[in-house]
């Protein structure tokens, strides 16, 4: 076969901005948005025209919130941008997700002077005919209850494109018809000697280690469900939904490859897009894109900066919390709340230097004189930003890493369990948290079968 390229992009969360994103509510709840609101149609408009110029791939694949909280206006927005694309000949390839409907009692929501408003809703049952032809239309197999659908892309390369929010929010794994249908799609595959891989909004391995402990950021059995697929001959599925940049592979006791590529949101930082080509049926090359800039007002600031100062401010937002609102974390404990309002009182004066030397650990001098709270956002943005450097060996790292092990006698008692049951290991899952020891999360080249 010949090499075959195609763009994969996720978490457009389009808002047509004429809804309402201003006011004094929008402020308060932009304190604890990863994700950029207001500037999102902006956003959208100058990748979507990058791509409607950029000729390396003729194919575009979203993988899932394509909306910002299922606005009808915002749905018909975007369908526009895709229409578009379209016509300057792009074949395009979408799945809806979660916050692309609102089914009652759930609405919408946007804000202006007033408060918070509530435009139209859409409900998932208007998502196939809004979508109809961005997928679903040139599919030659379609699973109309569960919104997924397989294409082929070209000579001897399938889309498994895979939906599961159902009509609830419980719903994030496959149901015994969904896995039958796909069953019986990746056997259609190996007949036909086609080559299928899969998009899915849920990761189906964790992004990062520490995300198998949080239920709502991998697919529920996801141990079983990636076994499957990559026994039936699915080896490679690309995700969205934590907004995180990354690559990870699991290996089943049969000795198959399978390999999870997260791509971060295009409105929030890392803001990347996935030029991915195709080699042959064993390899796949990952290229990554960092989204074109948008005319916004960024303070004198590059787009890149202003996505990661937004991300920064979430982040030490809510460190503030744990001094003005501890119950926030703690809920009605009022014991715990007395703690952690002390030590959030305490926060923004420490030092890593400071915190070391209490812990009696060593601490490098480079880093003695940095806020706690300066570590902390630059940690955490790192993880989801993708090829982690907090590594065994540097100096942020070894400081870390030092103190995870002084406190190893707490994380044993802690009993913790991952989001399917399985005894976790608190230290490893920080410390390959922390640091990126595996495939590099934005350029690599994976061999699918040996």
């Not at 408060?115 to 809004?130: H, I, K, N, V």
């Not at 599925?237 to 592979?249: L, R, Y």
């Amino acid at each position: 076969m010949e090499n075959f390229s195609f763009y994969l992009l996720t978490d457009t969360h389009f808002f047509k901005n004429s809804l309402g994103a201003r006011g004094e509510e929008y402020d308060q709840f932009m304190r604890f948005e990863q994700k950029c609101f207001a500037e999102t149609e902006t956003i959208n408009n100058a990748t979507f025209d990058w791509l409607c110029k950029d000729d390396r791939a003729q194919t575009v694949l979203i993988a899932g919130d394509l909306s910002f909280n299922g606005e009808y206006e915002s749905h018909l927005g975007f369908i526009e941008l895709l229409k578009k694309l379209g016509a300057s000949g792009k074949r395009i390839f979408v799945i809806t997700a979660d916050h692309d409907f609102k089914d009652p009692p759930d609405t919408a929501f946007a804000f202006d002077e007033t408060g918070r408003l509530t435009p139209e809703s859409t409900p998932r049952d208007m998502l196939y005919d809004l979508y109809y032809e961005f997928g679903f239309h040139d599919a030659i197999a379609v699973d109309k209850k569960h919104l997924s659908y397989v294409a082929q892309l070209c000579d001897g390369v399938r889309l498994l494109a895979l939906n599961n929010d159902g009509s609830g929010r419980e719903n994030r794994t496959y149901d015994e018809e969904q896995i039958a249908w796909i069953k019986a799609q990746t056997k259609k595959a190996r007949e036909d000697g086609q080559m299928l891989f899969a998009m899915n909004h849920y990761p189906l391995l964790p992004g990062q280690p520490i995300f198998s402990l949080v239920k709502p950021a991998v697919q529920k059995n996801a141990g079983e469900i990636t076994t499957m697929l990559a026994d039936e001959g699915v080896h490679l599925v690309f995700t969205g939904h934590m907004h995180n940049q990354s690559i990870n592979e699991k290996i089943t006791e049969k000795g198959n490859k399978f390999y999870d590529v997260c791509t971060g949101s295009i409105i929030a930082s890392p803001a990347v897009m996935r030029l991915v080509t195709i080699e042959s049926p064993k390899q796949v090359k990952i290229e990554t894109i960092p989204c074109p800039d948008f005319a916004w007002d960024t303070g004198g600031r590059s787009c890149t900066q202003y996505l990661d100062d937004l991300f920064d401010n979430m982040i030490q937002n809510k460190l503030t919390d744990m001094t003005e609102h501890p119950e926030k974390i703690a809920g009605k404990n009022k014991l715990l709340c007395r703690i952690i309002g002390s030590f959030g009182k305490r926060l923004p004066k420490l030092t890593v230097g400071g915190v070391a030397r209490l812990c009696m650990v060593k601490c490098d001098p480079s880093i003695r004189k940095m806020k706690v709270m300066d570590y902390a956002t630059e940690l955490v943005r790192n993880v989801f930003s993708g090829n982690q450097t907090f590594k065994e060996g540097t100096p942020k790292g070894d400081v870390l890493l030092t103190l995870l092990k002084r406190f190893g006698f707490v994380w044993k008692k802690l009993n913790l369990k991952d989001a399917d049951g399985n005894p976790a290991d608190l230290y490893d899952l920080l410390k390959n948290t922390a640091g990126n020891y595996g495939i590099d999360d934005y350029n690599a080249t994976l061999i699918l079968e040996d």
